[in-house]
């Protein structure tokens, strides 16, 4: 067996460090050094001290009275767990996975991850409180957005040509609801037939006359499964740079959205994500909702219906899911839904002025849905406009209406003073509540001092982070750098959909498998900042912080029990 877990940390495909071994516990070896003992006693509590001092500042020092034993306990069965598969896992052979260390890149860990005690006995299970940081049309899993489109009549595909093995991985599908008059003819052959020439087939259909030579049924899921989301070779050999991966990442949304876009599937898109975000401990969802189109298909599949018809849909499923929570004696399991209204950098300064005005529309009609307002992009985009080039719209805004924060996407970006990068500075300006992913802000001591003084969260997805490139592994992610500066953090999974990471805990396992200091304990802290910094008004943060307490008690009771 290698010991790749124990090698020094470094950048690029060798593993880094594996935190076995506690920096607190580390002894010197004996020499003939002439040092007299008590100078070298005496300089090892000096070093206690300072390691002492330094921990005290992180997270889950700053709240260390008011730990449970059982918290505590817990805590250390988790840093247990995590020492012995350090080694048991992360210090072995893996096939196909030629660099195997704690924290590594996610697309090609998965599995490993799944197969581990830390996550499926432990961090699948944890009460994760609110998820603050989602994107709507990248919410709910491939595979279930494919079998949502293959069970309803009105959705078809098309492509340009005969699909054929050349073109299998080229080729992106239009898919869409047509209406009923539309429908081609029931004798329309395939989309791998030499004599298809472009026109609509029912999906479904198309899957049951695909070419066997490519896979059959089978090859017609595998292939478009790869157009909804980023695969290990999209994101660190085709698309491996931020610049690049975008492209691919921009190309998924172009194939799915026309799919939930559509009145009876984003009824059942949204049950199913909400649903599988309970399943996952989380109770609480912010989520980000593009209103940069103006309609959504009816289920005739040519009625336009106004954007309202969104915030309806919304408001309906979320009251059936609290029903439906409930009537299974699980109130505390789920404390409702609110709309991170948004919009794309690409407008123009009166078309976002539109939708500034169609926002406090919808918060006058709606106002316990609506939470925010941000505008979303790839902010290293030619196209994407930086915040300043809005900056009259929405300093009138935010004058005008203080009942609609602002919770901006700001410093997604390698840069260092950048278009991108001076995001931040504007969001912060403006008022911002919370920051969303903000990877560039370890670079700005000032600003940091500001969002750790005026307890501006910052909404970390690690995951998203690491496949669209900004870091090449979780121990290289500037979290702890934030975190450490008694910044709060929400972990949140961004467009979990074209990661394959659905709900938090491949997030919350990535972060605590990539330190040693790191433990239960911060975890839970997060997951109580997610509350904390949640858009829920004051008696309702309470009583969904009180649920959460309830199920977190019983987590770490039962993870305290563990026999590590």
Same mark, same amino acid.
């Given at each position: 067996?290698?010991?790749?877990?124990?090698?020094?940390?470094?950048?690029?495909?060798?593993?880094?460090?594996?935190?076995?071994?506690?920096?607190?516990?580390?002894?010197?070896?004996?020499?003939?050094?002439?040092?007299?003992?008590?100078?070298?006693? &005496?300089?090892?509590?000096?070093?206690?001290?300072?390691?002492?001092?330094?921990?005290?500042?992180?997270?889950?020092?700053?709240?260390?009275?008011?730990?449970?034993?059982?918290?505590?306990?817990?805590?250390?069965?988790?840093?247990?767990?995590?020492?012995?598969?350090?080694?048991?896992?992360?210090?072995?052979?893996?096939?196909?996975?030629?660099?195997?260390?704690?924290?590594?890149?996610?697309?090609?860990?998965?599995?490993?991850? *799944?197969?581990?005690?830390?996550?499926?006995?432990?961090?699948?299970? *944890?009460?994760?409180?609110?998820?603050?940081?989602?994107?709507?049309?990248?919410?709910?899993?491939?595979?279930?957005?494919?079998?949502?489109?293959?069970?309803?009549?009105?959705?078809?595909?098309?492509?340009?040509?005969?699909?054929?093995?050349?073109?299998?991985?080229?080729?992106?599908?239009?898919?869409?609801?047509?209406?009923?008059?539309?429908?081609? &003819? &029931?004798?329309?052959?395939?989309?791998?037939?030499?004599?298809? /020439?472009?026109?609509?087939?029912?999906?479904?259909?198309?899957?049951?006359?695909?070419?066997?030579?490519?896979?059959?049924?089978?090859?017609?899921?595998?292939?478009?499964?790869?157009?909804?989301?980023?695969?290990?070779?999209?994101?660190?050999? /085709?698309?491996?740079?931020?610049?690049?991966?975008?492209? #691919?990442?921009?190309?998924?949304?172009?194939?799915?959205?026309?799919?939930?876009?559509?009145?009876? !599937?984003?009824?059942?898109?949204?049950?199913?994500? !909400?649903?599988?975000?309970?399943?996952?401990?989380?109770?609480?969802?912010?989520?980000?909702?593009?209103?940069?189109?103006?309609?959504?298909?009816?289920?005739? &599949?040519?009625?336009?219906?106004?954007?309202?018809?969104?915030?309806? !849909?919304?408001?309906?499923?979320?009251?059936?899911?609290?029903?439906?929570?409930?009537?299974?004696?699980?109130?505390?399991?789920?404390?409702?839904?609110?709309?991170?209204? +948004?919009?794309?950098?690409?407008?123009?300064?009166?078309?976002?002025?539109?939708?500034?005005?169609?926002?406090?529309?919808?918060?006058?009609?709606?106002?316990?849905?609506?939470?925010?307002?941000?505008?979303?992009?790839?902010?290293?985009?030619?196209?994407?406009?930086?915040?300043?080039?809005?900056?009259?719209?929405?300093?009138?805004?935010? #004058?005008?209406?203080?009942?609609?924060?602002?919770?901006?996407?700001?410093?997604?970006?390698?840069?260092?003073? /950048?278009?991108?990068?001076?995001?931040?500075?504007?969001?912060?300006?403006?008022?911002?509540?919370?920051?969303?992913?903000?990877?560039?802000?370890? #670079?700005?001591?000032?600003?940091?001092?500001?969002?750790?003084?005026?307890?501006?969260?910052?909404?970390?997805?690690? !995951?998203? +982070?690491?496949?669209?490139?900004?870091?090449?592994?979780?121990?290289?992610?500037?979290?702890?750098?934030?975190?450490?500066?008694?910044?709060?953090?929400?972990?949140?999974?961004?467009?979990?959909? *074209?990661?394959?990471?659905?709900?938090?805990?491949?997030?919350?396992?990535?972060?605590?498998?990539?330190?040693?200091?790191?433990?239960?304990? /911060?975890?839970?802290?997060?997951?109580?900042?997610?509350?904390?910094?949640?858009?829920?008004?004051?008696?309702?943060?309470?009583?969904?912080?009180?649920?959460?307490?309830?199920?977190?008690?019983?987590?770490?009771?039962?993870?305290?029990?563990?026999?590590?």
């Amino acid at each position: 067996m290698r010991m790749r877990a124990i090698q020094s940390l470094s950048l690029g495909p060798h593993p880094p460090q594996s935190f076995i071994t506690s920096s607190n516990s580390w002894k010197p070896p004996s020499s003939s050094s002439q040092m007299p003992s008590d100078e070298l006693a &005496a300089y090892l509590r000096r070093r206690d001290g300072l390691i002492a001092e330094d921990r005290a500042l992180r997270i889950d020092h700053v709240r260390a009275d008011s730990y449970s034993e059982a918290e505590r306990k817990a805590d250390r069965v988790v840093r247990s767990i995590r020492a012995k598969e350090n080694i048991s896992v992360w210090g072995v052979d893996h096939e196909h996975v030629p660099h195997p260390y704690p924290g590594m890149e996610f697309l090609n860990a998965k599995e490993i991850i *799944m197969k581990t005690d830390l996550y499926s006995k432990i961090v699948s299970k *944890m009460p994760k409180g609110g998820l603050l940081h989602v994107h709507q049309n990248a919410s709910v899993e491939a595979r279930t957005v494919l079998d949502l489109a293959l069970g309803h009549p009105a959705i078809h595909i098309c492509v340009s040509g005969p699909l054929n093995a050349a073109s299998l991985e080229t080729v992106l599908p239009k898919i869409y609801p047509i209406p009923v008059e539309e429908y081609p &003819a &029931a004798d329309a052959i395939g989309i791998t037939d030499p004599l298809y /020439t472009g026109g609509w087939v029912p999906i479904k259909k198309a899957r049951e006359l695909f070419d066997p030579a490519l896979g059959g049924p089978a090859g017609f899921d595998k292939w478009v499964l790869s157009t909804f989301v980023i695969n290990p070779t999209d994101a660190f050999k /085709t698309y491996n740079t931020p610049m690049k991966i975008w492209l #691919k990442f921009g190309s998924t949304f172009s194939v799915t959205d026309p799919i939930i876009r559509f009145v009876p !599937i984003q009824k059942e898109y949204l049950r199913m994500f !909400i649903r599988s975000s309970i399943d996952d401990g989380i109770s609480y969802i912010e989520i980000r909702t593009s209103f940069f189109k103006k309609y959504i298909l009816a289920e005739d &599949a040519k009625t336009k219906l106004e954007s309202r018809e969104i915030l309806l !849909i919304f408001r309906e499923v979320t009251n059936e899911m609290k029903a439906e929570m409930k009537a299974k004696g699980r109130e505390d399991d789920f404390a409702g839904l609110k709309i991170i209204y +948004n919009t794309l950098r690409i407008v123009s300064s009166e078309a976002l002025k539109a939708d500034l005005d169609q926002c406090i529309k919808f918060k006058k009609e709606f106002p316990d849905l609506i939470a925010g307002f941000d505008l979303v992009g790839h902010e290293d985009g030619e196209e994407c406009k930086p915040l300043v080039y809005y900056a009259e719209p929405l300093l009138h805004f935010a #004058k005008e209406h203080p009942d609609i924060p602002f919770i901006f996407h700001a410093g997604e970006t390698l840069g260092d003073g /950048t278009a991108a990068d001076m995001n931040l500075y504007d969001a912060i300006l403006l008022g911002t509540k919370r920051i969303g992913h903000g990877f560039s802000l370890a #670079k700005h001591p000032k600003l940091m001092q500001i969002c750790r003084e005026e307890k501006i969260a910052i909404e970390v997805c690690p !995951i998203s +982070n690491e496949v669209l490139r900004l870091t090449s592994s979780m121990p290289m992610h500037p979290l702890p750098i934030i975190m450490n500066q008694g910044i709060p953090v929400v972990l949140s999974s961004d467009d979990p959909a *074209m990661f394959n990471s659905m709900g938090l805990s491949f997030d919350f396992f990535q972060v605590l498998v990539a330190s040693e200091v790191t433990g239960l304990l /911060t975890l839970g802290q997060m997951a109580r900042d997610s509350i904390t910094y949640s858009m829920l008004d004051e008696p309702s943060k309470r009583a969904a912080m009180e649920a959460w307490k309830r199920r977190w008690d019983k987590f770490v009771e039962e993870v305290a029990k563990m026999n590590p």
